[in-house]
T-cell receptor
Framework: SQQGEEDPQALSIQEGENATMNCSYKTSINNLQWYRQNSGRGLVHLIL?????REKHSGRLRVTLDTSKKSSSLLITASRAADTASYFC???????????FGQGTRLTINP | NAGVTQTPKFRVLKTGQSMTLLCAQDMNHEYMYWYRQDPGMGLRLIHYSVGEGTTAKGEVPDGYNVSRLKKQNFLLGLESAAPSQTSVYFCASSYEGETEAFFGQGTRLTVV
């Protein structure tokens, strides 16, 4: 079974609003990563947060990690039409040497 | 710097045919991965490699074989294609298992 599960599966908001996506995972991890996938394209890395970090920022992105709840959230502030994409979390389970992805959240930004 | 290159980009196979998907990376990465992406299923790990000459099974390895004879290349083989293998296949590489992964543009495979 997949390690990460994103919530919601789909999210539609107006341009300028903030978008929040959540990721839950099952086992202890070293790091958690977020990726974006535009339609028909490969995945692009957005941000990595280590297990000993609680929050990380990159431009309009804010990621939080709660290892006690085995969950993470990705916040995109002041959304733009270009943010329309699918967003995936990925985890590397401790000792597993592999990167496992969740099912993704499909984000639509309406102009 | 090409990054991760997958060939071919599109392919249609008949049931029972075989084929090999090639992934090449020029970043000297140790780790390479093959994923398949199906609607509503996200990315599922097929096989991966942690270095030249090594391979390991992922979540959905049945029906696939892989080889990593050279550090820069990771091949995914389908010996006898089945309609259930219709999917988009992505290759990725990373310096280590805990670092950012770089993805190819995908191979859209249809098995009829």
């Amino acid at each position: 079974s997949q390690q990460g599960e994103e919530d919601p599966q789909a999210l539609s908001i107006q341009e300028g609003e903030n978008a929040t996506m959540n990721c839950s995972y099952k086992t202890s991890i070293n790091n958690l990563q977020w990726y974006r996938q535009n339609s028909g394209r490969g995945l692009v890395h957005l941000i990595l947060i280590r297990s000993n970090e609680r929050e990380k920022h990159s431009g309009r992105l804010r990621v939080t990690l709660d290892t006690s709840k085995k969950s993470s959230s990705l916040l995109i502030t002041a959304s733009r039409a270009a943010d329309t994409a699918s967003y995936f979390c990925a985890t590397d389970r401790q000792g597993a040497q592999k990167l496992v992805f969740g099912q993704g959240t499909r984000l639509t930004i309406n102009p | 710097n090409a990054g991760v290159t997958q060939t071919p980009k599109f392919r249609v196979l008949k049931t029972g045919q075989s084929m090999t998907l090639l992934c090449a990376q020029d970043m000297n990465h140790e780790y390479m991965y093959w994923y398949r992406q199906d609607p509503g299923m996200g990315l599922r790990l097929i096989h991966y490699s942690v270095g030249e000459g090594t391979t390991a099974k992922g979540e959905v390895p049945d029906g696939y074989n892989v080889s990593r004879l050279k550090k820069q290349n990771f091949l995914l083989g389908l010996e006898s294609a089945a309609p259930s293998q219709t999917s988009v296949y992505f290759c990725a590489s990373s310096y280590e298992g805990e670092t950012e992964a770089f993805f190819g543009q995908g191979t859209r495979l249809t098995v009829v």
